[in-house]
DNA sequence: CTCTGTGAACTCTTTCACAGCC
DNA sequence: GGCTGTGAAAGAGTTCACAGAG
């Protein structure tokens, strides 16, 4: 029984910013045609990454190239994909249905890429019953009964903050284990269960941090005269 | 000649990655009241962070604690503050009015955290010319104009992928050097301006890969039927 | 005694550079 | 010739553990 199906036998221990690239590649591939080859130079391009890098990063999965030609395009997608469970159809339920919940209803991302949006759930009484698309407000206080029957595994908390801690027990409680948390706010949750935060403010400030610094290095460059 | 400002003597090389800490530990204590002090291993825990991550992110900035005691939260906030940039006030614009734009207009973190946002622009004409706040949608033709105008330096990029790119283009020309891309697209820009991407599609995967990984171990177990 | 600040060890990630296959 | 896959080196980032200030 020596069947390698790329899921199992990983070679080494596949890190965690590698995972991150991958996704990456995924979607690189899904806008070529589905023929032919593709080098790991065009490719690393394409996803703006080095091609040292990408040859690293998909040998971790196994050896998916052709030396002297390229790695497949249909093979190499269907490897990635496999890897990264973008084959099973992963159900979503999105809790906070403001501007942002909303925004996240319509993304693209959701439909053909393995998630499938199953549950919305808010505590404004006025939006509870309403529709977005064709999937029903349902009340905060029904996420456990409702996550459980529909087979909820990934929740997005897209709430205030003050309520994103009470959300993510209620989700865990509900039996997801995977939580990607859009309130800054740092959540506790039992070690088994996975969280990603996607932090708005951090972002900026990142981008405040390296202006200041911009600003700084100007300040002492035209001090000292100098324009070489 | 020793007087340490702590902006220009930064001691070693502030790695990129305690940057993003250093941001936190800002909003946790902007939750805390102002007066007193905080131990690394109470702030560390807030912010979700071990303590000796903690006391390293601010040695970067030079010496703000007092041993025996901890940090003065006054004194570290503004330390903070000033390292992050959070003192001037950056000019924030806007493209692309959508769902996801509209949440990010109403996000609270653009308010007395050093962000003001002073320009919207969509293509969309039926959008141009009507209010969001108090802040006029402009057209996306006017940007370099309008942007020069108000002294806008950090672009948020909320369009389709597909308009990514030229938005970009438009943007460095108007003397944007910081963007916030929400587009899963890879911008090319030159080497000063800098870009972070915020993808959710990709953050929904990286969960999908631990989901997968997940239920790769409980087959393996339950095929062992072991449950110790 | 408490808690910071930091050299040193360690782990994780990237990059180089080239052997090996087409 | 061209391009992949990978050992080995380099680089970044994290954690330990303890000297030393209060």
């Known amino acids: 029984m020596s069947v ?10 596949l890190p965690e910013a590698a995972v991150e690239r991958l996704a990456g590649y995924l979607r690189v591939l899904s806008t070529l045609p589905p023929i032919g080859t593709i080098c790991s ?8 990454v080095k091609p040292a890098q990408l040859r690293r990063d998909l040998s971790y999965l196994g050896s998916n190239g052709t030396r002297g030609v ?7 997608t269907q490897t990635l994909s496999s890897a990264l469970g973008a084959q099973q159809s992963h159900r979503v339920a999105l809790v906070g249905v403001g501007n942002l919940g909303r925004a996240l209803v ?7 890429r393995g998630f499938k949006l199953a549950a919305l759930f808010d505590v404004d009484p006025h939006k509870v019953g309403r529709f977005v698309g064709d999937l029903r407000i349902d009340a905060g206080a029904d996420i456990v009964e409702v996550c459980t029957d529909r087979g909820i ?14 959300v993510a027990d209620v989700l865990v409680a509900a039996g997801v284990r995977s939580i990607l948390n ?3 706010a740092v959540l506790e949750v039992p070690s088994d ?3 990603r935060r996607v932090d708005l403010g951090l972002e900026l400030q ?7 610094r911009r600003a700084e290095e100007t300040t002492r460059t035209s001090n000292r005269g100098s324009t070489s």
């Open 4 to 13: 390698q199906t790329g899921d199992e036998r990983d070679g080494r221990h």
């Open 41 to 48: 130079d065009d490719l690393a391009t394409a996803a703006g």
């Open 70 to 76: 390229g790695y497949d395009i249909v093979l190499l």
């Open 106 to 112: 319509g993304y693209s991302g959701f439909r053909g």
């Open 153 to 166: 595994s990934i929740g997005v908390i897209a709430t205030p903050r003050e309520s994103a801690q009470g």
């Open 182 to 184: 859009f309130a800054p």
């Open 193 to 195: 269960v996975r969280i």
């Open 206 to 212: 990142m981008l405040a941090f390296h202006e200041a």
